[in-house]
């Protein structure tokens, strides 16, 4: 395992080694906190993390993620259920976060990237972002294998870059 910094895994279609994503900066998390109404980030509702608990990482992960909130004064709990219930969770939009992992040899990467489009049969993941449904129509169009691999790394930078996803290992 290593960690990423990227949505789009090494040796798939699109994965830039120069990218270098969000950086773990808790000065600026708390300035964004405040700019967004919460001045003290324990007002903040309790941020709930479902997960299944059979990724490999999940109580590392788990564990990091409840130390990062803990120190910006963020309430958070993780919830392990099973994975029968977490199908019903992730669609009736109960859920703040979710933690999933994924393993593929299928090196393209539009069948990770299809996931964000807004009309994406995704049962976790729930985007309407008429941005990243344009983008992710272009990469479906593009034929030119150079201009795809740029679209993909604009569609990674986006996508991380806004938070719809967190790359953690």
């Known amino acids: 395992w290593a960690r990423s910094h990227s949505f789009?895994?090494?040796?798939?279609?699109?994965?830039?080694?120069?990218?270098?994503g969000l950086a773990y900066d808790?000065?600026?998390a708390r300035e964004l906190l405040r700019q967004a109404g919460y001045p003290d980030p324990r007002s903040l509702p309790t941020i709930h993390l479902f997960h299944t608990g059979i990724f490999p990482l999940a109580s590392l992960v788990v564990d990091g993620?409840?130390?990062?909130?803990?120190?910006?004064?963020?309430p958070f709990e993780a919830k392990?259920?099973?994975?029968?219930?977490?199908?019903?969770?992730l669609p009736s939009a109960r859920w703040q976060m979710g933690l999933a992992g994924f393993d593929t040899l299928y090196p393209d990467s539009f069948f990770l990237i299809r996931a964000f489009h807004s009309k994406s049969q995704s049962e976790w993941l729930r985007r309407n972002d008429s941005g990243i449904d344009e983008m992710i129509e272009r990469v479906e169009r593009e034929?030119?294998?150079?201009?795809?691999?740029?679209?993909?790394?604009?569609?990674?930078?986006?996508?991380?870059?806004h938070a719809h996803l967190i790359p953690i290992v």
């Open 8 to 20: 789009i895994p090494r040796g798939r279609t699109g994965f830039d080694q120069r990218y270098k």
């Open 26 to 28: 808790p000065r600026a």
């Open 65 to 74: 993620m409840k130390r990062y909130y803990q120190a910006l004064g963020i």
């Open 80 to 89: 392990t259920v099973p994975y029968e219930q977490l199908k019903d969770i």
């Open 143 to 161: 034929a030119d294998p150079s201009k795809r691999v740029r679209l993909f790394q604009d569609l990674n930078t986006f996508i991380v870059g």
